[in-house]
């Protein structure tokens, strides 16, 4: 992101610039390499890693994929404009990454399933379902994540497949903490932050023309309950009820049905993995707060003018928009403060972030589309063509999230986390609703749950849509949506959304017809030790799917016998290269994988006692950890 401010410092030193040279040789190198390995020729390869991962690396990875630009721009951004209370976003996680490793991924695994319109399908039947969760979940994907990260100073990286994360995971909470005490003591110590960031006030409002704007002085004073995690339940920024129980029905959308997330579990090699993989990550999430939030509060003491701005004309000097500039919180303290050379560590250490999280969402969204959309178009595709039409649909959703961006950089008063949990909030809560009800009712039936999404649809379209036309609004140029419509708190909505999605998807299904226990077998928490056969409720068209995947599969190997290998040697080496980046292999054609044959050999979810005993134990004691960091800062 660019700072316009007159004391801008510039990356124009040799030690930055080539640190950050480096790092792209050393990514494109490895992406490189990663397109020569075999495994990635079949969809299985190819989206979950052959499912061999162990817990740090499912850790790590988990951390990774959540952890983006979004969150060093937003989270400090929202810091410096209201105080910590932005950091219960990222301590909610640590109670809901348990949901994840020990209630939902276990019936996950049991289903055999790749992504979790999949899932749906085998729980409820039909296909209205899986496709309203495909398309929806692309839409998130584009419009809270992909131009969210973009916006965040980082459109012209391209995805790089295979790239190891976890040695920059690793870098960066190292390099991260190694600047966030830099920061600290160029304030003073945690104490003077606390006296310093409540008179943090911009010297150059006095210059606003009083006939054009209407100030009050809480437009640039700092809240007075900055150090609070828990707020007023109605004139609070972030609420208490919405904090506590809001946050943890979006969270529960995000950690436990989002494929980003998801994915990563669905890899490890045995559930055990899994959970300490989600202790792993948990403990990962209480770092945000001091490494994100606190150093965003910094910046504010250190440059109030520029980052705590209030007249419109300035702002838009200094970051591009006028309704406020404190999304540069956490790029100024990078540009200022660190010296030549780890300020370009820094910055690539940040790119690395923002990498990974692209990376998982580029892979998870074209395993959604391909998997979920392109195969009912297509049920014949093979490998290579589900991997090519992946790839294409990821520049497709690239040049969507630019063209959304100008919307990104106004929206909820220029906070960007707000605007990512904001249309979270909307649209979110009527999935976790039915995935919920799904996997722990098993009397929900596939009408319910249907007529609930719809229902949570439209009533949360109801408050998004009039919301973006009337704009959200700032202090100095409040919005002119009617308060019966915008006035409720997004998290507030959140609760209520989700409350009457659960009422309508109950009521529908007690009215309707309930699905047999055969088809239930391993899909809902009650009978993931079930050892009955399970008939699914579309095994007709799974089964023609299979047909035509034999069918296509039988074609291609006649075609290979009758001469076509002889025709591939003749490529060039051109071609063979653009051939790896497809997905394909050299010298021959990998065999076509039939998915659905791949998800037949379903994941044991035993454990052995021992290790269970040490995984659960661990979870009481992050919880506790939770607890106390919760109760410290309320």
Not at 433 to 460: C, D, H, I
Not at 579 to 597: A, I, K, L, M
Request: proline share 4%; net charge neutral; aromatic share 12%.
């Amino acid at each position: 992101m660019e700072v316009l401010s007159s004391d801008k410092v510039t990356i124009n030193n040799p030690a930055d610039i080539t640190i950050i040279v480096g790092y792209f040789i050393m990514v494109i190198g490895v992406g490189i390499w990663a397109m020569f390995r075999t495994s990635r020729g079949t969809v299985g390869g190819y989206f979950l890693a052959g499912r061999t991962m162990t817990w740090w690396p499912v850790g790590a990875s988990l951390f990774a994929s959540n952890i983006g630009s979004g969150h060093f721009v937003g989270l400090a951004g929202t810091g410096a404009a209201s105080g910590i209370a932005v950091g219960g976003f990222e301590w909610n996680a640590l109670f809901i990454v348990l949901l994840l490793g020990w209630l939902f991924v276990p019936v996950y695994l049991t289903a055999g399933v790749i992504t979790m319109p999949q899932y749906l399908k085998k729980r409820f039947g039909g296909t209205r379902i899986s496709l309203y969760l495909s398309v929806i979940s692309l839409f998130l994907y584009i419009f809270t994540k992909i131009s969210v990260d973009m916006f965040s100073g980082a459109v012209f990286i391209q995805q790089a497949l295979g790239w190891n994360i976890y040695v920059a995971v690793i870098t960066l909470l190292l390099i991260t903490a190694l600047y966030t005490v830099t920061a600290f003591v160029e304030v003073g110590g945690y104490s003077a932050l606390l006296d310093q960031y409540r008179s943090a006030t911009p010297s150059n409002f006095s210059s606003m023309d009083p006939q054009r704007y209407n100030i009050s002085p809480q437009c640039y004073t700092p809240r007075q309950d900055a150090f609070s995690l828990l707020r007023n339940p109605t004139t609070g920024d972030l609420p208490w009820p919405g904090v506590v129980f809001g946050i943890a029905i979006v969270g529960g959308w995000y950690w436990c049905t989002d494929q980003v997330i998801v994915q990563r579990c669905l890899a490890a090699s045995s559930l055990t993995h899994v959970k300490a993989g989600c202790i792993m990550c948990g403990y990962l999430k209480l770092l945000p707060m001091f490494l994100m939030v606190f150093p965003g509060m910094i910046s504010r003491v250190l440059y109030p003018d520029e980052v705590g701005c209030v007249v419109p004309e300035e702002c838009k000097r200094v970051c591009g928009t006028e309704v406020g500039c404190s999304n540069i919180a956490y790029p100024k303290l990078v540009v200022s403060i660190m010296p030549n050379g780890l300020r370009g560590l820094m910055l690539a250490v940040m790119l690395a972030a923002l990498m990974s999280s692209l990376a998982s969402i580029f892979n998870s969204s074209s395993t959604l589309f391909t998997m979920d959309i392109w195969t009912r178009i297509r049920p014949q595709a093979t490998d290579r063509e589900l991997i090519i039409v992946g790839r294409v649909w990821v520049l497709c959703i690239v040049a969507i999230s630019i063209c959304w961006i100008p919307v990104v950089q106004v929206a909820q008063s220029g906070q960007l986390f707000d605007y990512i949990q904001s249309v979270s909030s909307y649209l979110a809560p009527p999935i976790a609703s039915v995935f919920f009800l799904a996997v722990f009712v098993k009397r929900v039936n596939e009408t319910g749950a249907f007529w609930g999404l719809v229902g949570g649809l439209v009533m949360g379209l109801c408050r998004m849509l009039p919301e973006f036309w009337f704009g959200t609004g700032s202090c100095i140029f409040p919005s002119h949506c009617p308060f019966l419509v915008c006035g409720i708190h997004y998290l507030h909505f959140a609760i209520i959304l989700f409350f009457c999605t659960s009422v309508l998807v109950l009521v529908v299904s007690y009215c309707t017809q309930p699905i047999d226990d055969r088809h239930l077998h391993r899909l809902v928490f009650s009978l993931r030790h079930s050892k009955e056969e399970r008939e699914d409720l579309d095994w007709e068209l799974e089964e023609k799917g299979r047909k035509a995947r034999r069918e296509a599969g039988e074609r291609r190997r006649e075609k290979n016998s009758s001469g076509a290998v002889a025709e591939e040697e003749e490529k060039s080496g051109i071609c063979h290269l653009v051939g790896r980046f497809c997905g394909s292999s050299s010298g021959s054609q990998s065999h076509e994988t039939d998915v659905p044959e791949e998800q037949e050999n379903l994941p044991d979810i035993s454990e052995d006692p021992v290790w269970k005993f040490t995984v659960d134990a661990n979870a009481l004691v992050m919880m506790a950890v939770a607890v106390f960091a919760w109760g410290y800062y309320a």
